[in-house]
């Protein structure tokens, strides 16, 4: 694939570049970067008013295939991810069954090659069938393809497992990704323990059932060495742990959702459903904290926890509805939200470079030599609406915001996915799922 | 200002203005003094749908309704669709196209009442939704209030409500009342049925049922539930009575114009002693016996406005 990209700003924190430059991409890989390139006849994209950067990489989403197609499917993920601006993301295993063998590790690279959009890196998960008991086959799953380990979902809950595991599996490539929520603690919750719950009557998790797990994981990667990544962080003093961690030389990542930053616990009142989402959306000082974090370097990666869900299973009563919703096509305009101020390579290395180091995967680099995934963006209003996303999931609490950046251009090994919104005609299963 | 003309849905004294509230009471109180109105919902059909057991309420309501003249369905749980998984708005859907015009619902999930009433065309009345709310017991609460005190009396009330308040659907939609008609409003139970989250404008919380007993003039009891031992909310019986059971020495320590109240079920023994049920203030059955009038004014407040 040869395309020529010109007159953009290209922001590539891996080589603090942020300059007015074209690239060149030929057989898929990045072949130059220089200004003003002459045209060799080749595809010619126009990124003028845009930022180029190393394509976005989304390290937490849920695809639900195989055993939940009815909420997503590999290919409508695939081209969920290439609508919202992400060339790859890595898909959790909490499917059904769940992805704790090599032969579904393969099968899920099969369906991601068979649609044809953005990568899809499987996660395996670090327990058989996410029960907390017995290890999975870390070394076979490492070899069918799995970037990472974790039991998404759930905390694995009994401590020596986790610790067993973390040791057998120290030098398989792979970080241990951790859902960190005591079960005990959480209970029945189906919103955040605080001043909103005791009034709206509905059952709390407090913040200390993230805190104590985060707590003992980092503990564990201290102790075993083996690299962990911190899901989702949703509150202050998980914050103040990451910082401690660092400073102890543990090896340990974390991630935050757009929508810990943005949302608080103020939004139940109507008792639907939309936000209920694990962990809990907390108070201000927890989004105060986590943004404060994003600025300061704590949080190190910006993931979506993209967790589609039908309609009719999100309507149902607090209790009975499914926790998350769809974040791939938010997500780009969510983080801008979230810190208007933040630095462009900053965002840009939460989304890209910093995700495709913890996982070991190509990209997030524009380099001479790598790979051209690549997402164009701009500051560009718009305004969410939920029904037209690409994802089998239409349920998201943004639904109907107005955003202030968007994804443009979508490339993935130097062929553009996504263009203004559309995904490209030459794809496969994706489109004639729309 | 005058009441608004129609409300569509009672599910929680939020939704009501202080003199909206107030007209209740007054309209509850002119019902308890004269007989039946047949005529006021006449050919008016009222379902009551209760999901949960519920003696009081429930024959409160039929008689309510029975006395403002309605078409009364019950939809005993068992017979719902609801529990065969038809959704909600199904539900809505279906009785409102058979001219159902009020549902009274009674259900274990916080919430259950607003989701029907965003789905249902015409009133919604909240006969108790999980932790959440209980409207018409805080009504007929303030109501026996209102008796006790006077009319425009009930503020500057000092008020305390004792026992396991973080389950209480009883609790929070009395907090609402109280301090719309100017209450002053003292929650007191231990930390593990009253989180400090539970402080605000209006609400102070106490930890000792003995610092505030002289200083109040009418102490709600809740219902202590032995499950709160299995979640380890409690440790047993005894230790809670020691700090928050009403007995014999406690009741010493009221004003002598002080009352209690409690809306049952009771637990002797537990949240009360035998000498509450035969003190001087003791409220219960006046209590009860406003639930009828103040379930008819609810129910004709929504179908025929002010």
Request: glycine share 8%.
């Amino acid at each position: 694939m040869n395309l020529l990209i010109t007159g953009g700003r290209v922001v590539d924190p891996s080589q603090n570049l942020d300059a007015l430059r074209d690239l060149r991409i030929e057989n898929g890989m990045i072949a130059e970067i220089g200004e003003h390139l002459p045209s060799r006849g080749e595809e010619t994209l126009d990124a003028a008013g845009s930022v180029v950067a190393p394509g976005f990489i989304d390290m937490h989403v849920h695809l639900r295939e195989p055993g939940h197609t009815h909420k997503e499917t590999i290919a409508t993920g695939a081209a969920a991810a290439a609508a919202g601006g992400f060339t790859a993301v890595a898909c959790m295993p909490n499917t059904e069954p769940a992805l704790d063998s090599p032969a579904l590790i393969a099968e899920v690279k099969r369906l991601a090659e068979k649609a044809h959009l953005a990568r899809v890196y499987p996660i395996a998960a670090i327990t058989r069938g996410r029960q907390g008991r017995e290890l999975a086959p870390y070394w076979k799953l490492r070899d069918a393809g799995a970037v990472a380990f974790s039991d998404d979902g759930t905390t694995v809950e009994n401590p020596r497992v986790l610790r067993q595991a973390a040791l057998y599996a120290r030098d398989v490539p792979g970080v241990f990704i951790s859902h960190c929520e005591d079960c005990a603690l959480k209970g029945d919750a189906v919103m955040h323990e605080g001043a909103h719950s005791a009034h709206l009557g509905l059952c709390g998790s407090p913040g200390v059932a993230e805190q104590i797990i985060v707590a003992r994981d980092l503990l564990i990667a201290g102790d075993t060495r083996k690299p962990f990544h911190i899901a989702h962080i949703s509150s202050a003093m998980s914050v103040e742990l990451m910082r401690f961690a660092r400073a102890q030389g543990i090896p340990a990542t974390c991630e935050v959702t757009p929508h810990h930053l943005l949302l608080e616990d103020d939004r139940f009142t109507a008792f639907d459903a939309q936000a209920k989402v694990n962990p809990p959306l907390r108070e201000s000082a927890d989004t105060a904290a986590l943004r404060e974090a994003v600025r300061d370097g704590t949080i190190d990666v910006f993931a979506t926890d993209h967790a589609p869900h039908t309609l009719e299973e999100k309507a149902q009563l607090l209790g009975a509805a499914p926790v998350g919703f769809s974040g791939l096509e938010t997500a780009v305009g969510a983080y801008a939200a979230a810190i208007p101020d933040l630095p462009l390579s900053r965002f840009i290395a939460l989304l890209s470079t910093n995700p495709a180091r913890i996982l070991g995967v190509p990209g997030g680099t524009l380099r001479v030599g790598s790979i051209a995934d690549i997402t164009i963006f701009a500051e560009r209003r718009w305004n969410v609406d939920a029904s037209r996303f690409y994802s089998l999931g239409k349920n998201t609490p943004f639904d109907g915001a107005t955003f202030e950046r968007r994804a443009i251009a979508t490339i993935v090994a130097g062929r553009i996915v996504m263009r203004d919104g559309g995904l490209s005609p030459t794809t496969g299963d994706a489109l004639r799922l729309r | 200002m005058p009441p608004e003309p129609k409300r569509r849905s009672l599910l929680d004294l939020s939704d009501l203005r202080a003199e909206e509230t107030q007209y209740l009471l007054d309209r509850a109180q002119a019902f308890a003094a004269t007989p039946a109105q047949r005529e006021l919902l006449r050919d008016v059909c009222v379902v009551n749908l209760f999901f949960e057991p519920s003696t009081r309420t429930y024959s409160s309501f039929v008689i309510a309704q029975a006395r403002v003249g309605a078409d009364v369905v019950a939809l005993p749980p068992g017979s719902s669709s609801l529990g065969k998984g038809e959704t909600i708005a199904d539900t809505a859907i279906t009785l409102a196209a058979m001219g159902v015009r009020v549902i009274v619902t009674r259900h274990s999930e916080s919430g259950f009442p607003y989701r029907l009433a965003d789905a249902f065309a015409g009133h919604v009345i909240n006969a108790g939704d999980g932790g959440h709310a209980h409207p018409t017991q805080a009504l007929l609460d303030l109501a026996t209030l209102q008796t006790e005190f006077g009319r425009g009396k009930i503020a500057g009330l000092k008020i305390a409500l004792v026992g396991d308040i973080a389950h209480s659907r009883v609790a929070r939609s009395n907090i609402i009342g109280l301090r719309a008609l100017g209450a002053q409003v003292v929650l007191v139970g231990p930390p593990t049925l009253l989180p400090d989250a539970f402080a605000r404008e209006g609400v102070r919380i106490a930890r000792s049922l003995d610092a505030v007993l002289g200083e109040v003039d009418v102490v709600m009891l809740l219902r202590i539930q032995r499950e709160r031992i299995v979640s380890a909310a409690l440790p047993c019986l005894d230790d809670y009575a020691r700090n928050y059971r009403l007995d014999g020495k406690r009741l010493r320590m009221l004003a002598p114009h002080a009352i209690v109240m409690h809306p049952g079920p009771y637990n002797r023994g537990v949240e009360l002693t035998d000498e509450v049920l035969s003190h001087r203030g003791w409220r219960y059955a006046q209590q009860v016996s406003h639930g009828v009038p103040v379930r008819m004014a609810v129910l004709d407040f929504l179908v025929n406005g002010v």
